[in-house]
């Protein structure tokens, strides 16, 4: 479990876990943001423009788009791993220039380190972090249990399944409790029966902890499912087209049971007339197709 010295080095109170999403530092607020890039031509290519959006406090929230409209490039500007071109990302209020505290990144690949077991890749965190190596041991064998790994401390990440390997940098994600989590389709190159699994995990653990959520996918059944609000982006360049409230009630239970439910099937088919024409859009102009 988290100890209240271990919440207090990260700058937080006993009540940041499992608060319910009341911490400030945890909202996200972006306003007006661009992002252009020179492409090896010497060209200039904007990959978002005048991005707006707000992330309350324990809120997850869902963003989907075409291929290629910056939804990534969305999440670089808030985890600080790019500066953008124009306008500006806060966290808590404070301006995001260089490499936001507080917050965890989950990749689309594994991010592991192959040369590290399991365990030594969850501790690594807490570790970098200044927690004492016997306590972040103990801290990384709870969250290895809490993810079903219990059992495999010694094991390498070539030795686990894609599954597995999704576990471990879910338990290295969240055992600095973030306030913040960005998820660029961490589930995307999972077979269906074990994205399932995942999904449902994932919200367990989201639930004990709320931190804040930005989530990238390409699949509109996982964003309905997972999250409190879904954002549409346009095509290139990425902008914010639609903002869809998510009113299925909390805890959502099994995602595939969910998929089922009226109130469901109605939220999906609301939001796939919305993004289904930046997905034509899209696949025109990389067809080389007049839109």
Not at 209 to 225: W, Y
Request: net charge neutral; with cysteine; hydrophobic share 40%.
């Amino acid at each position: 479990m988290t100890t209240v010295s271990e919440l207090q080095r990260r700058g937080g109170t006993p009540t940041d876990q499992g608060g319910g999403g009341g911490d400030d530092r945890a909202r996200i607020e972006i306003h007006g943001l661009t992002k252009r890039y020179l492409t090896p031509k010497g060209e200039t290519f904007t990959a978002i423009r005048d991005v707006s959006l707000t992330v309350e406090p324990g809120e997850f929230c869902a963003i989907v788009g075409p291929t290629g409209c910056g939804k990534s490039t969305t999440l670089a500007q808030v985890s600080g791993l790019e500066h953008p071109s124009a306008g500006s990302v806060t966290v808590g209020g404070n301006i995001v220039e260089g490499i936001t505290n507080g917050v965890s990144y989950m990749f689309q690949a594994d991010a592991l380190f192959p040369w590290k077991t399991v365990l030594n890749n969850v501790l690594i965190g807490p570790v970098l972090l200044g927690t004492p190596r016997k306590e972040a041991t103990k801290l990384a064998m709870d969250w290895l249990r809490r993810v079903g790994l219990a059992g495999f401390e010694d094991r390498y990440p070539h030795q686990l399944s894609g599954g597995m390997r999704k576990r471990v940098a879910m338990a290295a994600a969240l055992i600095n409790n973030p306030r913040i989590l960005l998820m660029d389709e961490p589930f995307g190159a999972l077979d269906v029966q074990t994205k399932a699994i995942m999904q449902n995990e994932l919200l367990q653990l989201w639930e004990g902890l709320r931190p804040s959520v930005l989530f990238i996918t390409h699949d509109l059944d996982e964003a309905v499912a997972l999250a409190d609000k879904v954002v549409i982006m346009t095509s290139s360049p990425g902008s914010i087209k639609n903002v869809f409230n998510i009113d299925l009630p909390r805890p959502r239970g099994d995602v595939q049971q969910i998929r089922h439910e009226k109130r469901f099937l109605e939220l999906q088919g609301q939001i796939w007339s919305s993004l289904k024409d930046e997905v034509d859009r899209a696949y025109k102009q990389t067809a080389g197709v007049s839109a």
